[in-house]
């Protein structure tokens, strides 16, 4: 490598809070692959169960992660108990993030 310099951003993963929190995170319909949003961090993430790898996507919000989701043909499992808890927790507020006046709390 050259002796030029680059500055780099430092990646933006899901937050250890979040990956603690099974609630942010549920199975693909093929059983293959993790999704899991971090309202925290912004980011979207899917692992690859079978390879060991992660693929990030930061910042996204939880409404363009799914769109992008669907664009890859991704689907969370269809199970409705686990949807429903999945995406309750990616909508709600992250942590110490102000609620607008109105909003949801």
Do not use: K
């Not at 993430?45 to 989701?69: K, N």
């Amino acid at each position: 490598m050259s002796g030029a310099r680059l500055t780099v951003p430092t990646p933006r993963a899901p937050h250890p809070t979040t990956l603690n929190n099974p609630a942010h995170t549920i199975h693909d319909a093929s059983g293959t692959r993790l999704l899991c949003w971090c309202p925290i961090h912004q980011c979207g993430a899917i692992y690859h169960i079978e390879a060991r790898v992660w693929s990030m996507e930061a910042p996204i919000g939880f409404d363009e992660f799914l769109a992008a989701l669907r664009v890859r043909s991704i689907l969370a499992a269809d199970g409705a108990d686990d949807l429903s808890r999945w995406i309750e927790a990616c909508t709600q507020p992250a942590p110490g993030t102000p609620i607008a006046p109105g909003g949801r709390c």
